[in-house]
């Protein structure tokens, strides 16, 4: 149980020993503290290091730097050996370590250094019972600041653990400032506890002062805002990104061919991206992307093909040209065998003698004729051919036979599907073409309505513009070559190269690299895509760890 002196901002007990001293500490403590720049003397300093430091806190966005920052500076200020900082777990029943900072032992683990592995500090023990043994649990649990003189002469708390610490280490825990750090609801989210305050003079251990509390307890104050506000940002900043990924995975289910389109071009935009950051030679020497520009870059290939929301599902993956809802062509073999009842009847009212068998027989050349051209049709509808003017005019001449149904003569094809039959390349005509395509312009219209943060302005821009062409002949807007942002060049590599890849889509086998490459150096001779691009993706193989994963290996033969 804790005394009443040891609670609130009493010194637990008179500064009895000289332990402590230069001798007690080893040799890595040694080390003089009072040789750094930012030893303070005066509580003027101290007041107006403080007011710079609020200025630093409030910048920093890296949380791990932030809670590096907040030790940093409460030891210079305080000029304390050593400190650590815990983070209150999520659930509030334990201390996280976050930071551990130690001069003379040359120890600095979490935040940016290596992470900290040791056991969270209870706040309960095993019985329920609040840890009020343990000095940081204890702060956490009450919210009071305790400053004790000698961690090794002082009742309440249990500080074996220190104890042992030090036997290992060799080290001598004295003076100690254990403070809570309050966000702005008033709720505790951390303690910080200082150690060894050291004499700048003589490097002694001495008692951190009543000042050095005053300026503790405003530092952890303005420390807690800092972090509060730092994690507020994170966690919009997640459910934002999430978010993101979430729409666009959403969008990608849409096909079973092109689910994960979107995650793999983004995987190989980052990677491409990350390669100019390294490069020190050839044209992206001078290339240098921020984290910031990173960030926004990673958005906006995750959204690329926003649009893609509004295009509707058939035409997604038309997979033959008479294909709306369902393939059309099925409905052309009905009226294929409409056509061939109306003749078999026709001919046998005009041999009314004859059996079945023998009109068949008699009109089997009709009959091969009319599966012929079926067969014809098959193969055309499936858009994988170039449809040569030939085969246009045959598709014409058969449009002309006619079926009876309901009484009434109709073509075998309708204006709309001869249309759609005569298309040249692939299986969309070219208002379903446009249909498609105008995802680039929903994508630049959805994006651009949004109020992304300054920092992330331009993610409307650099996703829409991805199906731009260097010579112009790209859309939605027909930019040309430096006006095509390199950021929206980078995700055009990577969709095509994606989508030239990609083991599922219908209809097509898988595309080997060697195979993919020679089409994008056709597209760079065209002055589609950006030819440096291109031969940076090949010359620095960042198609090599993305193929290992996600090609099979006959594919790769490069
Ligand atoms: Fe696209
Ligand atoms: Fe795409």
New binding site residues.
């Given amino acids: 149980m804790l005394s009443d002196r040891h609670r609130g901002l009493i010194p637990v007990k008179p500064f009895q020993e000289k332990v402590g001293s230069k001798k007690n500490i080893t040799k890595a403590a040694m080390k003089p503290i009072n040789e750094k720049k930012n030893v303070y003397f005066n509580y003027h300093d101290q007041v107006e290091h403080l007011i710079q430091v609020g200025v630093s806190l409030s910048g920093e966005k890296n949380i791990d730097r932030l809670l590096e920052i907040i030790v940093e500076e409460a030891r210079k200020l305080t000029n304390a050996d050593a400190g650590t900082l815990y983070i209150m777990s999520d659930d509030e029943t334990e201390l996280k370590f976050a930071i551990v900072q130690n001069n003379s032992l040359d120890i600095h683990m979490g935040g940016l250094s290596e992470a900290i592995s040791w056991p969270n500090v209870k706040l309960k023990n095993k019985d329920g019972r609040e840890n009020r043994a343990n000095v940081s649990a204890y702060v956490a649990i009450s919210g009071k600041t305790i400053n004790i003189h000698d961690v090794y002469n002082v009742e309440g708390f249990n500080f074996e653990g220190t104890k042992q610490f030090d036997k290992k280490t060799g080290y001598r825990s004295k003076s100690m400032l254990v403070t809570p750090l309050r966000n702005h609801e008033n709720e505790i989210i951390g303690v910080l506890q200082l150690l060894n305050a050291l004499d700048p003079s003589t490097g002694e251990i001495i008692n951190f002062s009543a000042e050095s509390q005053k300026i503790i307890l405003s530092l952890a104050s303005q420390a807690a805002v800092a972090l509060s506000n730092s994690h507020l940002i994170h966690d919009l900043e997640s459910l934002f990104e999430l978010f993101i990924k979430t729409i666009a995975t959403t969008i990608d289910e849409r096909s079973p061919y092109t689910s994960g ?2 995650r793999r ?1 983004a995987e190989l935009t980052m990677a491409i991206a990350k390669k100019i950051n390294e490069t020190r030679q050839g044209c992206f020497a001078d290339v240098k992307f921020s984290d910031d520009q990173m960030r926004e870059l990673r958005m906006a290939a995750w959204l ?2 926003m649009g893609k929301i509004t295009t509707p599902e058939y035409l997604i993956d038309k997979k033959t040209k008479l294909q709306t809802v369902h393939d059309r062509i099925h409905e052309v073999k009905t009226r294929l065998k409409l056509i061939k009842k109306d003749y078999v009847t026709a001919a046998q009212s005009e041999k009314k003698d004859l059996p079945v068998s023998k009109v068949l027989r008699s009109a089997e050349a009709e009959m091969k004729a009319l599966d012929k051209e079926y067969q014809f049709l098959r193969e055309v509808n499936k858009g994988e051919e170039f449809m040569s003017d030939e085969k246009i005019a045959r598709i014409k001449d058969i449009a002309k036979r006619e079926f009876f149904m309901d009484g009434e003569s109709r073509p075998l094809l309708s204006e709309e599907e001869v249309y759609n039959l005569c298309v040249r390349r692939g299986t969309l005509n070219e208002e379903e073409r446009n249909i498609i395509n105008n995802h680039a312009l929903v994508t630049h219209k959805i994006l651009s309505g949004l109020p992304f943060p300054k920092k992330l302005r331009h993610v409307g821009d650099y996703a829409s513009a ?1 199906h731009e062409n260097i010579d112009g002949s790209g859309y939605p807007f027909g930019l040309k070559g430096d006006e095509i942002p390199l950021q929206s060049r980078i995700i055009a590599i990577a ?1 095509v190269f994606e ?1 030239l890849t990609a083991k599922d889509r219908p209809h097509r086998k898988a595309m080997a690299l060697s195979e993919a490459f020679n089409i994008m150096e056709s597209m760079v001779k065209d002055n589609h895509i950006d030819k440096d691009l291109f031969e940076f993706f090949i010359a620095e193989k960042i198609y090599a760890a993305y193929a290992k994963r996600e090609l099979t290996p006959q594919q790769i033969d490069v």
Avoid: R, S
Wanted: glycine share 0%; net charge negative.
């Fill in positions: 389109h979107i071009v690329h093909d991805h969709d989508a």
